[in-house]
């Protein structure tokens, strides 16, 4: 019996010594402001001043606040943001089974785009594209302190989130075509050349009746601040443009699929945000199945020469239901072509699926935003509603032909998983990307002129020699094959250019867009940046006049927050 008592004894000492030892680590951690993983502690975290106040204009921490100090990006923690009118507040990373927190993120590799030669290859050929969901989403991860993901930062989407001044289209034509062409601020054996598509814009006022179809991911993972609040925010919002004309339906998904409005007119704003506003989170994510239904109620409203159209809103953890990713895409193809298309809106953090979202975007001729705060939510549905919701061409390729008289070789600036055959451009079963209505295009290159000091490989041709070269002033030639919504069958148009659009001084739009492309090549730290920096950047456009665009404004303090970071 003593011995019993002698053992539970020294037991319950050892046990006194383990959480005295445990109490004293944890403290002494809490001292020097570490966490177990030897990261800042809330308090450490504090004064990186990480907040979402409503003094910036974006809704994030203000540059003097956010430029403190940068996080590392495996730092696994809770950020501090008002939830205010930015959307944007405590955002929690899941657990695993041993209680730390991760990121499951996803994003497709990019393989960027190499110098091409034009002796052997004369043809660039990609499909449009309007998406902006990298821009916002890397503006994101610098705001909290991450360290951007380099798959994350698609060029073209950085480019092509911002406004350029662009011609009107003329002669009937559903867009423009804008050239410009100067010197290459990171390359100097390089010409810089852009390609900006201007669409027409329309009346919303005589816009097109919309039957839409609100599908709104509210499983247990979109149970954030910053996810279906936000979200519900973002739709209400949308339904205060519409009219008794629109029809708008609203299906839930989670564990299963649930129609909370079918068909219910546009001016029913009351009933709308009603039914939004008191969604609730909670369940497994059946987005096949939802999906299903939302294309079901779309066919049921569809109205002839309308915009049928289901907007997909979701953190992109589609797990559950159709599991097959091709049965998937069939779905929404096969929808496609009986008119309606499928737009996708992204929420949230750490579990954003942003291959998946951009994918089933392109498959359904819709366009594919980030939603990181009610400003970006205002510019995507309020301000830009034309260019989301009403497609004026689909199917829009690019070919452009490098004449190898005055060019040698080029490299396309992204659009890396746009890229088409040659036999893609005039074969009108090829889907491509869609424009809507007042939204822009803008596409770079690199060329390289024949005079140029940069080596590039080259294989010779045994059918072919320099005497066939055309004796032709042109440098290229941009065709663009399109089709209207409602068509078949595509259109041409094609826009020569040649040395007399050259100018030294580089024009605005070029000189914006291109800062835009070394800022993303910065990031994603490409082996094509040359000579590009933050300083190189801010030097380019310190004499530019952004004050009447907000978006513009907030990227050139976006640079300066970085360069000083660098620091």
Known sequence: ?????????SLFLILILVITGITGCSGKKADIGMDDSGNGTEAAKDSAGYTGGADNSAGYASESQAGKSKMDASVSMERAADAGDSGVSVEVLPENEYGKKFDTEEYNAIVENDFISVKNNPLSTFSVDVDTASYSNVRRMIYQNRTVEPDAVRLEEMINYFKYDYEKPENGNPFSVNTELSHCPWNENAKLLLIGLQAEDIDLEERPSSNLVFLLDVSGSMNEENKLPLMQKAFIMLTENLNEKDRISIVTYAGEESVVAEGTRGDETGKISSAIEELTPGGSTAGSAGIEKAYELAEEYFIDGGNNRVILATDGDLNVGITSEGALTRLIEEKREKGVFLSVLGFGTENIKDNKMEAL????????????????????????????????????????????????????????NRMLNTEDFNDDTKDAGEIGAGHRVTALYEILTVDSKQELPETDLKYQSEKQVSDSKEWLTVKIRYKEPDENESKLLSVPVDESIYIETMPDNLA??????????????????????YDMILNQLENMDVSGDEYKDEFISLVKLMENTEE
């Open 1 to 9: 019996m003593k011995k019993n008592i002698s053992h539970f004894v």
């Open 361 to 416: 975007a392109d498959n359904g001729n819709g366009n594919y935003s980030y939603i990181d705060s009610l400003l970006e939510a205002k510019k995507v549905l309020v301000e830009e509603m034309g260019g989301t919701l009403y497609t004026v061409a689909k199917d829009v390729k690019l070919l452009v032909e490098f004449n190898p008289a005055k060019i040698k070789g080029y490299r396309l600036i992204g659009y890396e």
């Open 512 to 533: 914006f867009a291109s800062s835009v492309a070394a800022f993303g090549m910065i990031l994603r730290d490409s082996k094509y940046k040359g000579t590009a920096s």
